[in-house]
């Protein structure tokens, strides 16, 4: 498959050929939204707590006696009915933590960037450096790529001039290919990437023939 190379200014200046087996795989929605689910489900800190009666400051004693008060029975001041008191099924501290297998990870962001190409939402740029930190000069390049809605911008290594020049623009984000999640790339629009980019994530979620697992192991 072949996709145009845009310059700084908007123009196309090649093609370039790109792999079928990262870039034009059939959508599967349920390895990705197991995926999506994995990885949001990790990010939780798992810290919430409440108190149960038992674990609530405050005497235990029977509030007033059983019977010929008018009122209702009532028992200690920590009771989950009163205001103060323990909390009934309350959250605790707990792992949200969920594990699927590393090539069910792989296919569902390959199948994500498939869906970028055929949704025509994948941008691919010679390269993207700056000499300086600058917004206006970021704003200026994605005017001219014709980009008006949420980007994220993907290049082959950290660029501190990228990333500090587009960290102020709503809606824009930029990371390194190798950190590349299935959050990020649904969680924007346009999927922004530089040649070097696309031949790093081309490097890292190819599919890899047996022979060359074997060699790649010794």
Known sequence: MQVPVYSLTGEVVKQIEISDEVFAVPFN???????????????????????????????????????????????????????????????????????????????????????????????????????????????????????????????AEPEDNVIKSARNLEGTKTMPASLLSVVDMLSYKVLLMTVPAVRKVEQIWKKRLPQEVSNASV
């Open 29 to 155: 929605e349920a390895v990705v939204h197991q995926a999506l689910v994995r990885q949001q489900a990790n990010a939780r800190q798992g810290t919430a707590s409440t108190k149960t009666r038992s674990e609530v400051s405050g005497s235990s004693r029977k509030l007033f006696r059983q019977k010929h008060t008018g009122s209702a029975r009532a028992g200690s001041l920590r009771s989950p009915l009163r205001r103060g008191g323990g909390i009934t099924f309350g959250p605790k501290p707990r792992s949200y933590h969920q594990a699927i297998p590393r090539k069910i990870r792989q296919l569902a962001l390959r199948c994500i960037l498939s869906a970028k190409v055929k949704d025509g939402e994948l941008v691919v740029m010679e390269e993207l450096k700056l000499d300086e930190p600058r917004t206006k000069e970021v704003v200026r390049i994605l005017a001219a790529l014709g980009v008006d809605s949420s980007v994220l911008i993907v290049t």
